[in-house]
């Protein structure tokens, strides 16, 4: 079974940055595309941004040009850096394949103040 393990999150002033990491277990890392996701409370999981196997991005509208995602596929893990933060950015942020895996893992929190 797959396990996610997030992390890197923390509380930072607007204009902060950070660099999120999730390593993956198990197989298949290297074929699947790999993706963030956000929650904020009360609120749906949304798509943050994506990585394919030969490191073709995507972003949401919302990101672009603040987040970059990469991956390290030896190590199995997928990065988010993040830069020029805003409020706005404070969620639960997780990683997961595209489509996904049924399970998730515990996710990390961002907290940006103004």
């Known amino acids: 079974q797959v396990q996610l393990v997030e992390s890197g999150g923390g509380s930072v002033q607007a204009g902060g940055s950070l660099r999120l990491s999730c390593v993956v277990s198990?197989?298949?890392?290297?074929?699947?595309?790999m993706a963030w996701h956000r929650q904020e409370p009360g609120k749906e999981r949304v798509f943050v941004a994506s990585?394919?196997?030969?490191?073709?991005?995507n972003y949401a509208d919302s990101v672009k040009g603040r987040f970059t995602i990469s991956r390290d596929n030896a190590q199995k893990t997928v990065y988010l850096q993040m830069v020029s933060l805003k409020p706005e950015d404070t969620a639960v942020y997780y990683c997961n394949a595209l489509p996904p895996w049924a399970n998730w893992g515990h996710g990390t929190q961002v907290t940006v103040s103004s």
């Open positions: 990585i394919s196997p030969g490191r073709s991005t």
């Open positions: 198990g197989s298949m890392f290297g074929v699947k595309t």
